[in-house]
């Protein structure tokens, strides 16, 4: 199911990204990456981290009805309060954010307005999807995840066709409100309303409970997608608006083949992690015995086959991407292996070696990133990524060296 899942994603991500080059070009795709990286920062803020607390605790509780309620009102709360006060930060600074993201062009101010109305939504298809996985409903899980992206790819084909760069920023903010309406189809049978919007179930120890995964939000979704959105603006002002268009066209790429290991991480493997008496080393081994060697000859035919990729994918304008591939799936390899011990230090509440492994991490990726873009220019922040997360990887084989003999 999952790799019918996958599957599609890529199909349906490959049309988009063909539409985009087509109709919105090197120079708007930089623009859609600059957005979607802000995305990330505010739904990681407004989300407080509680997505992973969410999944663990449905999944505990779930045949307990008092504490399912008290976990589901509690959650549920916490963020429409937080959404909404993102919703009123974004009205009052549409003017500002739209300077900062799209090169002190104001036109697109109007955008900022758009994902103030609908983020409410779009913070709950999260919560909605993070309950049906607690549930442990995998099917469901990717039923919603093709119906909407399905949904999503066909107002994405119209908007780019005819609104071109402001149709494609649109899109990403309407594909999360897909999301959220094919969720409440698959839970009208499972909750209710009442349940999520309940003051009477509201529960502090809850709250008190979940402070460890929102310090941990804050570090890798906060701070780290803000980080990325540094990034790329300084690739824009270092290389120019056209490589960072050209590097956001790899990053696209890139998210397609991880989404496969991202995806089993999500459906399968933290849950799996999360169980009290989970044996780390037996999923450790399971995880890197089949999912990293089907990881990595995927990494290898798409390297040889750079080239047909591109022009597929993209247009001529992106050619220059081909010299990008080697550092950037080597960097990706490094990323998907090191991932199982990232979702154990998140599973387990692993609070302070999460975060300071983070930090350095986050650390390394900003400054080599920085240092390499001035040295050798676009290539460098390629080789950047494969840097940070060999040295982010070899951190967590020392730390989790004893637990794996």
């Known amino acids: ?46 989300l407080l981290g509680i997505q992973n607390a969410i999944i663990k605790y ?22 429409l309060v937080s959404s909404l006060c993102i919703s009123l930060i974004l009205i009052f600074g549409a003017s500002y954010l739209s300077k900062q993201l799209f090169n002190h062009s104001e036109i697109y101010g109007f955008l900022f307005y758009v994902l103030a109305i609908l983020f409410p939504l779009y913070v709950f298809s999260t919560y909605c999807i993070s ?4 549930f442990q409903k995998y099917k469901n899980v990717i039923y919603i995840q093709i119906i909407s992206s399905g949904i999503a790819l066909l107002f994405s084909l119209f908007l780019i066709y005819y609104y071109s760069t402001f149709g494609a920023l649109v899109s990403l903010v309407l594909a999360p409100v897909f999301v959220f309406f094919v969720c409440l189809f698959f839970l009208k049978n499972i909750i209710s309303i009442s349940d999520v919007f309940s003051f009477q179930n509201f529960n502090f120890s809850v709250v008190k409970n979940v402070s460890e995964y929102v310090l941990m939000a804050l570090v890798s979704g906060v701070i780290g997608s803000f980080v990325l959105l540094e990034i790329r603006t300084d690739i824009i002002s270092i290389t120019g608006l056209q490589n960072a268009g050209i590097y956001e066209g790899l990053q696209r790429i890139s998210s397609y083949y991880l989404l496969f290991v991202s995806s089993i991480m999500t459906i399968y493997f933290y849950p799996k992690l999360a169980e009290t008496n989970s044996n780390n080393k037996d999923i450790v081994l399971y995880y890197l015995k089949t999912i990293i060697p089907l990881f990595t000859i995927g990494l290898v035919i ?3 086959l750079r080239k047909l990729i591109i022009q597929v994918l993209f247009s001529s304008e992106f050619e220059t991407m081909e010299s990008l591939f080697l550092w950037q799936l080597l960097g ?31 650390f390394i990726l900003y400054f080599s990133s920085n240092w390499m873009l001035h040295t050798v220019g676009i290539s460098g922040i390629v080789m950047a990524h494969t840097f940070t997360y060999f040295m982010y990887l070899l951190v967590l084989v020392i730390y989790f060296r004893k637990e794996l003999r």
Request: glycine share 6%.
């Open 302 to 304: 798409i390297y040889f």
């Open 332 to 362: 990706d390899l490094l990323k998907a292996i090191s991932l199982i011990f990232g979702t154990i230090l998140i599973a387990k509440k692993q609070t302070k070696v999460f975060i300071i492994t983070e930090i350095i991490s986050l």
């Open 58 to 79: 449905v999944s505990e509780y779930q045949n307990d009805k008092i504490k399912l309620k008290s976990i589901l009102a509690t959650f549920g709360l916490l963020l």
């Open 131 to 134: 309950v049906v996985n607690g």
């Open 1 to 46: 199911m999952n790799s019918i899942h996958i599957l599609l994603k890529l199909i349906f991500g490959f049309i988009t990204s063909k539409a985009l080059a087509l109709f919105v070009g090197a120079n708007g795709m930089a623009y859609v990456g600059n957005f979607r990286a802000f995305l990330n920062v505010v739904e990681n803020f407004s």
